[in-house]
């Protein structure tokens, strides 16, 4: 922090304008727990959608099959 915390600064210095909460290295920064769990679960969604309509899709094509 030798130029004050001046946000036009901020650039030079990995983005840092004040001092450290935790003295962790940037190399250490844990992965965003959130985010990948939303990941996991935004791909199990897609999936379960996606055989929900093929489903769907199915069971049209035999109701048609008995009402004819």
């Known amino acids: 922090m030798n130029n004050g915390g001046k946000l036009k600064k901020a650039i030079f210095h990995n983005n840092v304008i004040g001092k450290r909460f935790f003295n962790i290295s940037l190399t250490q920064v844990c992965p965003p727990g ?35």
């Open 34 to 68: 959130l985010h990948i769990t939303l990941g996991i679960f935004q791909r199990l969604f897609n999936l379960l959608e996606n055989d929900c309509h093929e489903l769907d899709l199915l069971m049209i094509t035999k109701y048609q099959h008995i009402t004819k």
